[in-house]
């Protein structure tokens, strides 16, 4: 497996966010010295670079960016080169208003942060291209340019705008989507509450209305405003690519917070990257990274590059922890366990001033003698031995299903319960999956599910009848399911399947579901098994499947809350509610067992992490998230990477401590 | 005592809100099936059916409503017709934007959802006016016709407009009640903070403002937007009435939300409607039902319509928990029980796409083979045995006074306390009358008193001195009084009555208010009868009153709490804290004791209700709300209306059941 | 020391807010002849009057005023003067509609309550000058005028505008403070986010964005909307100065709330003046009170006049309590021990109408015959007494160090917490000082603090090197300093000191701080000492710092969590954490004993409060807190003040009771 990092780089991506212009370059010497000596090989320039490039309006100076550029190469530093189009000069909303973004309620977002465009606005995208347009042609065919950064975290602050130019762009996509007004109404259901449009010209986006607003609606424009900044995306792309037809473009997504549709962005990509951002006082936060990862990873199936992470506190959150001693280095090897080919922090030196001044950097503003200095310094040594690992990937047997589309709809009103999130409920299925030690990838509903032992669904509310198909037909022909409730209800324009719940999926799960019956916050019904179950219960009544727990109490005691139904040459096992986590480590437990998927290390102590990176030979990380020392067995005639030494049969790992090992 | 809607259908309204045109026409023909199984005698139809028959501005097809018009003569069910007006189509915001309503702030409410209209608007109205003189003119002697449902829950989602044209409303309705801006300033206190107005045409809605705004201004807002909605109403009624001078109009209130002033609106109805959602989550949701329903009968004393209910679970609560089996079938009696002559479903067919697809149905998603189809066609055929109930009432011997505009007052701003909120004062009242198992009339303090019994009076704040009169007139000619702290306080334009709280009751109660001592949330007064006291306490001086109960802690330590006058030939109680239920209990059942009022029935378990229906044969409605069985006592030579026994000296009641006695 | 008021009224200033305009003027002579039984001496007039004497725009009508003004100079009543700009009449806006604030968010705020005028506006301040004009000329030689009051709590409700009129003053402004927009880019780290200004004339304010503003525009346009409101302020004071340049001019300073910056506007006060607001509710209400009252005598070194505090219960809270039998007399007591030379109520007669009608006031609803009118009549009796009190001040050895534009900075967005609210640090350590009954003044940081033996700095985030230096002479030349965690971090606009931090501090207390680790809500942190912190941690890197207590758990377990430094001929105390109340007693007590500061009284008993005035004779007040009687020990040769005799070696204060004794 060859390694895009590898082949450009020659080893390991480790670097940061490079941010010059903020400084006097009598210190950009320093921060060469510095970065060698903390064996940084790229750094991501000019992301904020706009107004220092362009101080007025089409009169270009590229001067500072020549001489940073300059600099890397004769240090021998990569550069991700930034096209700088995420953030306009204040001079772009002075001349042109209508570029700044609207809120729902009519709300205009000024400038005076980041990320103030309408990404529908032809003036923006008109100054965008121009400015992409010549930096494309005067760095093409720089030494330093290792990869275009196109852009930066889209949709982060302004997933959607409601201006009239974007309900203009609405229409046009509306009309791209259906044809026809008719084909609108009818997938709309516009015939509920005198809805119905005699001209597409009446369409607008979902903005501030008297009540619930027409869920279709909503979602197709949570599709569109992701289509939207696609578009920029794309002429990016297409202008950098035809300066540059071999350099690897990308843009760095951010977090699971459904802003844009990763997996419709991801295939226009040449690499995947995400900006890591785990929150040091959440309990089960390295958990919730290694779902990112999972699901970054399975995007392409191979490596991606962790493009941002902090090198300690960041500065967003209302209260925030630094990475304690270790933390920043366990982490980053989680990531690279997980498929990382690139370990990037946010930034390189600390800004003096700016909304982000208390946001953790290389180089704080005590300078170099200083424990994140130190701690990522050392990291960045260690790295690189760690070459030939890159282009590895993860062999995972479990799919978790996670449909962007049903993550956008469970965001609406007038649900069942407004108590369902996609990324909790992904994450409570998840968390089992990660306690259990198998290697999982996190995926749409639409890939091939063939090469999975066991596919988990945790709430795939929003699916049409093509892609219910596919999972029906995965257990067909052997497969192992896992579902979860409220699954199969509407299809993609949030229309209800008729002739009973779960729609598509009763055949396949043997029973029908009468009514929902949703918990309210704090509320829970006990299971006959001793458990308990959360958020959710349901009137199930089974056409074939087994009964493996019930409820216990409250008006549905007696009834069935998990099943088990063996459908063609698999099985299908169904929870009608949310089982506590140990009820889910027994349900999840006995699927992976029946499904013949074992962990990839046996024996392994709470709290170690163990993942196998593969392809180009085997590499198994041990990363002990306890903050004291554990032992853990090992294969045979393992080496360390790091060390190099041979390993026993056991090895000790320190509080937060990591060992790589190569396996034979 | 006749039936309006015996008279009109030969038995009891049965059914739902029907929406076809959101279906194909071939499921008509199920549809009417299963009406006729289910016992259908009633539909409201086309309440949202305005763009599905007013496409394009001005071209009215009204063949579908035709078709759906003769498919329900031909099966003999009434249809409730609608005047559509209720949810513009989107052409009309399209071509007339200024017909969108606003929010205090400035924000446009925009089509998507429903109700989004200015009430005040010319556009609005005359598009409404010329669809309702269509509609009229159509059906004025369509066979199927048996009643007209104006609009749909008037101000439930916007009560109140800011726009301009609003602005302008206002300015003219302020004319009408003031006559000239002297007058307006004399009401408003204007002095205050400057606010003098020079000329009407300087007044504004009550928009978003640097702090409190002016309190009668607030409060005239509110009744002129009320009366701008009833303006709406008005105007469609009398395109009816010239239409079909004998068919009866109405439309559904919604709620103790105090949106519209239902007292000042129900004079202008034929028969009163009511669409009741009570929540299964909340523990006395059936006390609150009784709440409004003994507000609805007594509106105008005579039976009212229950025009919505949900089979089981609504969708626009955050978490939407199901009627457990037989709660929609006891809940349905309590509302004949209290005075309802149909019982009407939201809706029949549950919608398969728009906002409220998860609003159980009569018929769900999964078709006739549910528990819901089931429990409410099982109903449908009990009614039917009903008929002679038809047009009964009750005769209660107490009212609970709670007047729209002292619970609008109590919304303001810079009151001595924000935790009165007049619904939860009055439940707290009720709350004991209802389990003392007595009749109550909920009413205005303008109506005829003299012939209750007792009047409990829970919150009065704002009260003008000739209505204030009547209370004391009552209890001078021999009534008994219940009345809490914070009543007399100020009159209908917030202006303190002068010389002492509580201003007009003073004489009445035989004591002085010095000052008020709000509770802060939480905050609990001692009683010295072992009691409490929640909300408020107050320093009062007694003038000729006995004291039964004394604050027993706090700065009030020792000054009395609950007082009692004899006044003139009657007796009034007074309550200067929020007791717990327990004192509650007690002082209102001595005040009960004192007044001669005794329960419907005696010996009656926890949990049961009982209500009498009379005037043309006495009923009596056994509610057992208990989950388990329970055995209720009977009067003599009773009969089970529904299954035509005669009763014995006791029945017993199944969890949740009901037994519908005919006593003689 | 001479007297402002005693000079003016020749005694103590006692009233209350009167505004008669409100009232038919039969009650007029009602109100002369309580007022004069109630001792009252001055009262506010005219403050809300403009609507009452500018009917229509430029027609004056004074009559009233004339009056008024003629009766209280015949009672021999001052009257502190209102120029009546704090709220424009209904017309302004009427006609002007520009003369509206904005939000950051573009509501208009419109008319309906008051302060509704941008203080940037022309319109705004041609009508103001045109009517303080008139005013100023009309009763510059009356013989009741006292003193004037211009305007009324500025920028209590509006702190801010953000109207494109203000956009354009504040580019005004801008260019005043930074020349041209290089500057302003420099200061505002705009390279940052590409924020980098072309041109002033971009500039806006910090409007609603897409995320975290730039600090440094945000806390820039604090700093402007201040200024702006004072120009309003000086305009008037100017005009006010050419008619009568020898009467006094004042305004009203409302609270701790960092609306307007009261430092750098008491240099434009002739005298300080200040509402007074606690909540009986909140346990540390006097605390708080002494807080801001040792604030304002501070701002000028002399004595304050008490403006408006409530009789009893105020309206605007949520849960209005009234102040108890004493307390009124007692809290009045306490500001005039802390500097206050009035004692003035918000208002005479409580309104009948409009949003303050629920505010008590001297003449409540009831009339005379209230606690109200009875307690304030009979302090305005006793205050007749304290003449010879008059002008004395409060000589402090201690300084609390409180900069007004730390405090707004820390109200910014993406701090390393946002749990850092300067008012609620000023507190926790000035509840040590207060409890240890020692005299403090609280002061901005440049101020001349060589008087002073102990400064303590609760959190001086942002701090000019210049101003840092100044605390680290004062503790070289020998001074003794308390200074917590996150001082010294940022410069004015913004920009953090380079090199570690705390910055300019480091030297001075002898350490380093690596990294922040602020706790989340409710998180504590143990200390060695068995105490423990909250809010707040760090990694501190001792320089030559004693360690006094450490971190006993969590991530810093045994690093360094309190220190000291011997620095010159001085000694600093450096806070790493916000230690519970009995640690900060502790550390704050070991270095008040360290700078030989004592009690003002030894032998107190908890809950009382003693402070001395003096300059002109030594004045000991003692304020028992609590409900129950204390007996206090004295120094020889006292004299109760209000009763004339000479006391012992003890006095016995009742529960809320008050001695003030004339020592020798």
């Known amino acids: 497996?060859?390694?895009?990092?590898?082949?450009?780089?020659?080893?390991?991506?480790?670097?940061?966010?490079?941010?010059?212009?903020?400084?006097?370059?009598?210190?950009?010497d320093d921060d060469m010295a510095l970065m060698k000596s903390a064996g940084v090989t790229m750094v991501s320039v000019g992301i904020f670079g706009w107004a220092a490039v362009e101080a007025t309006p089409g009169s270009y100076d590229f001067g500072w960016v020549d001489r940073v550029m300059d600099r890397l190469a004769a240090n021998g530093i990569g550069a991700c080169l930034a096209t700088m189009t995420a953030s306009p000069p204040p001079w772009l909303a002075h001349r042109h208003p209508e570029t700044l973004p609207r809120r729902a309620d009519g709300t205009v977002l000024s400038p005076g942060s980041r990320q103030h465009f309408c990404p529908s606005g032809?003036?923006?995208?008109?100054?965008?291209?121009?400015?992409?347009?010549?930096?494309?042609?005067?760095?093409?065919?720089?030494?330093?340019?290792?990869?275009?950064?196109?852009?930066?975290?889209?949709?982060?602050?302004?997933?959607?705008?409601?201006?009239?130019?974007?309900?203009?762009?609405?229409?046009?996509?509306?009309?791209?989507?259906?044809g026809d007004v008719d084909a609108l109404n009818d997938a709309w259901s516009t015939t509920f509450w005198s809805q119905r449009y005699a001209d597409l010209a009446e369409v607008l986006p979902p903005r501030a209305a008297p009540t619930f607003l027409n869920p279709a609606q909503v979602l197709d424009y949570k599709r569109f405003s992701s289509d939207a900044l696609l578009e920029c995306f794309l002429m990016e792309k297409e202008i950098l690519r035809r300066a540059t037809p071999t350099v690897p473009v990308t843009t760095n997504f951010v977090g699971a917070w459904h802003r844009i549709d990763v997996t419709s962005w991801a295939p226009h990509l040449d690499v995947v990257s995400y900006d890591s951002y785990p929150d040091p006082n959440e309990p089960d936060t390295v958990i919730q990274a290694a779902f990112m990862y999972d699901?970054?990873?399975?995007?392409?199936?191979?490596?991606?590059?962790?493009?941002?992470?902090?090198?300690?506190?960041?500065n967003w959150r209302a209260h925030n922890a630094p990475k304690a001693v270790g933390e920043m280095r366990l982490w980053s090897?989680?990531?690279?366990?997980?498929?990382?080919?690139?370990?990037?922090?946010?930034?390189?030196?600390?800004?003096?001033?700016?909304?982000?001044?208390?946001?953790?950097?290389?180089?704080?503003?005590?300078?170099?003698e200083t424990r994140a200095y130190a701690e990522t310094a050392a990291l960045?040594?260690?790295?690189?031995?760690?070459?030939?690992?890159?282009?590895?990937?993860?062999?995972?047997?479990?799919?978790?299903?996670?449909?962007?589309?049903?993550?956008?709809?469970?965001?609406?009103?007038?649900l069942p319960s407004a108590g369902l999130v996609q990324e909790e409920t992904d994450f409570a299925h998840y968390r089992s999956l990660w306690k259990a030690?198998?290697?999982?990838?996190?995926?749409?509903?639409?890939?091939?599910?063939?090469?999975?032992?066991?596919?988990?669904?945790?709430?795939?509310?929003?699916?049409?009848?093509?892609?219910?198909?596919?999972?029906?037909?995965?257990?067909?022909?052997?497969?192992?399911?896992?579902?979860?409730?409220?699954?199969?209800?509407?299809d993609s324009a949030e229309r209800v399947h008729l002739g009973g719940y779960p729609g598509p999926f009763r055949e396949l799960l043997g029973l029908g579901v009468d009514e929902f019956w949703p918990l309210p916050p704090g509320g829970t019904v006990a299971l006959d098994s001793g458990g308990a179950g959360t958020h959710w219960s349901e009137w199930i009544t089974p056409a074939g499947a087994d009964v493996l727990d019930r409820f216990a109490d409250g008006e549905l005691a007696g009834m069935p809350a998990i099943t088990r139904h063996?459908?063609?040459?698999?099985?299908?096992?169904?929870?009608?509610?949310?089982?506590?986590?140990?009820?889910?480590?027994?349900?999840?437990?006995?699927?992976?067992?029946?499904?013949?998927?074992?962990?990839?290390?046996?024996?392994?102590?709470?709290?170690?992490?163990?993942?196998?990176?593969?392809?180009?030979?085997?590499?198994?990380?041990?990363?002990?998230?306890?903050?004291?020392?554990v032992t853990v067995p090992l294969p045979a005639d393992a080496v360390d990477v790091l060390t190099g030494d041979v390993l026993g049969a056991e090895v000790e790992l320190a509080g937060r401590g990591v060992v790589v090992a190569r396996l034979s």
Chains 1, 2, 3 share one sequence.
Request: charged share 20%; hydrophobic share 45%; glycine share 10%.
């Open 333 to 368: 090897y989680q990531a690279v366990a997980r498929g990382a080919d690139a370990i990037m922090y946010f930034q390189w030196r600390q800004s003096r001033g700016g909304a982000e001044r208390f946001h953790s950097a290389m180089v704080p503003h005590g300078g170099p």
């Open 566 to 629: 063996a459908f063609g040459d698999g099985v299908a096992t169904y929870l009608g509610t949310r089982p506590d986590e140990a009820t889910m480590a027994d349900v999840v437990g006995r699927a992976l067992t029946a499904a013949g998927v074992t962990p990839v290390l046996e024996g392994v102590p709470d709290g170690v992490e163990v993942v196998e990176r593969g392809g180009n030979g085997r590499w198994l990380f041990l990363l002990n998230h306890n903050k004291t020392a």
């Open 1 to 28: 497996m060859s390694s895009l990092v590898r082949d450009r780089l020659g080893g390991f991506a480790f670097g940061a966010d490079y941010n010059p212009e903020q400084w006097p370059e009598s210190v950009w």
């Open 122 to 178: 032809p003036v923006y995208r008109e100054h965008a291209a121009r400015l992409v347009e010549a930096i494309a042609t005067r760095y093409a065919d720089h030494p330093a340019l290792a990869m275009w950064h196109i852009n930066n975290e889209y949709g982060c602050h302004v997933p959607e705008c409601f201006c009239d130019v974007s309900a203009a762009a609405f229409r046009s996509w509306l009309a791209d989507r259906y």
């Open 437 to 490: 030690g198998v290697a999982v990838d996190v995926v749409s509903p639409s890939v091939d599910l063939s090469r999975y032992r066991l596919v988990v669904v945790p709430n795939l509310y929003a699916v049409d009848l093509d892609v219910a198909e596919r999972l029906v037909e995965y257990v067909r022909a052997g497969g192992h399911l896992v579902m979860s409730f409220f699954s199969g209800i509407v």
């Open 295 to 314: 699901r970054m990873r399975a995007l392409h199936g191979k490596p991606w590059l962790l493009l941002e992470q902090a090198p300690s506190a960041v």
């Open 380 to 414: 960045g040594a260690e790295l690189g031995r760690l070459g030939p690992v890159l282009g590895s990937t993860v062999d995972a047997p479990v799919a978790l299903v996670s449909d962007w589309s049903s993550g956008w709809a469970l965001q609406g009103n007038a």
